[in-house]
């Protein structure tokens, strides 16, 4: 157990976390996005594109010239984005596919319509997230904080790993790029007590599906590195960001945030920055496997980097997802 474990519950751990990332996000500079050379001829799927974060990087991408296939789970909101969009960046190849990350069946179905477009991939950001839900499942019978921010991550970036591996090229690497938080940093790694403990902390389980988010990218960039493949995984640490996510908060808190947001939170844009950072700049190409925050490429927990970690949390999420595990052969070399 550690210090952090020791001393404070759940609650006050992600708290704390909070508050220091607050802190340094009002003594540091924020990060600006510098000009990016065109984008015309990359398709990105953004989950949770519809709003929020997601939204201003669906847009900026598209601005830029990608094509953007919108994943969300709100079919009017989704829309919605498309239309918008389109209209601010007179790129008309920007497109919604529904997709309920807290739902296999419908991750798959969201894939067999993705690859039917015949499309290549060079960017997958796995934006979309809940956090401090009260406890309760997916239709799959999962902790909804592990089965919606990380498994149901886990699960469709391993059914597009193909699809990216054959988009990617020696002078053009496709990129993987998840959204992580400063929680992870607090998080303790306690699946089968999550899946099954009488006692729930909807703190701790959303800071668990953050560094179980972290291993996953690592391992993967492991896999790749280790197959030589022309893609990259990285993760991205936002900032406290001022969108939906806080919509649980007791009524304490929602007061707090309403009084302080303004000034102590990014905006969504701002938030933004860094995943559209890593998803086009040349300054990243041919690099994974990297914690990014504030467009700069930083330390994450400890507990991250130990690689039987890894691999543990890799193979217990491919029971879970029913997915072959393609890092079995690159994991024995």
């Known amino acids: 157990m550690s210090l952090w474990s020791a001393i404070l519950p759940p609650l006050l751990r992600v708290y704390a976390a909070g508050v220091w990332a607050l802190l340094v996000q009002l003594f540091s500079r924020h990060f600006a996005l510098p000009e990016f050379p065109s984008q015309h001829g990359k398709v990105a799927v953004v989950t949770g594109g519809a709003k929020g974060m997601g939204y201003c990087t669906s847009r900026h991408l598209s601005r830029l010239g990608m094509h953007v296939i919108i994943a969300s789970n709100n079919e009017s909101e989704g829309q919605e984005a498309v239309r918008t969009i389109r209209e601010e960046t007179l790129n008309e190849k920007v497109e919604f596919i529904y997709c309920d990350l807290a739902s296999m069946k419908s991750i798959r179905k969201f894939v067999y319509q993705f690859k039917a477009k015949h499309l290549q991939l060079h960017v997958l950001i796995n934006n979309a997230g809940v956090m401090l839900v009260p406890k309760r499942k997916t239709v799959d019978g999962f902790e909804e904080h592990f089965g919606l921010n990380y498994l149901g991550h886990f699960l469709l970036t391993n059914l597009l790993l193909e699809t990216l591996k054959e988009s990617g090229r020696q002078d053009c690497d496709a990129r993987v790029l998840t959204v992580s938080s400063a929680t992870h940093y607090v998080a303790e790694l306690q699946l089968h007590e999550l899946q099954?403990?009488?006692?729930?902390?909807?703190?701790?389980?959303?800071?668990?599906?953050?560094?179980?988010?972290?291993?996953?990218?690592?391992?993967?960039?492991?896999?790749?590195?280790?197959t030589r493949c022309h893609v990259t995984a990285n993760v991205v640490d936002p900032g406290v960001v001022n969108t939906e996510l806080y919509k649980n908060l007791n009524w304490a808190g929602k007061v707090i945030k309403w009084m302080t947001a303004w000034f102590f939170f990014k905006t969504p844009e701002e938030g933004a920055a860094t995943a559209i950072f890593a998803a086009a700049s040349p300054e990243l190409e041919g690099v994974g496997g990297c914690y990014l925050h504030n467009g700069k490429r930083t330390k994450s927990a400890d507990i991250s980097y130990d690689e039987d970690l890894q691999r543990k949390l890799w193979v217990m999420s491919c029971k879970m997802t029913g997915v072959h595990d393609v890092t079995s052969s690159s994991h024995e070399n």
């Open 196 to 226: 099954n403990s009488c006692y729930y902390s909807s703190h701790g389980a959303y800071a668990q599906s953050k560094l179980a988010l972290v291993l996953f990218t690592y391992q993967l960039q492991h896999h790749l590195t280790a």
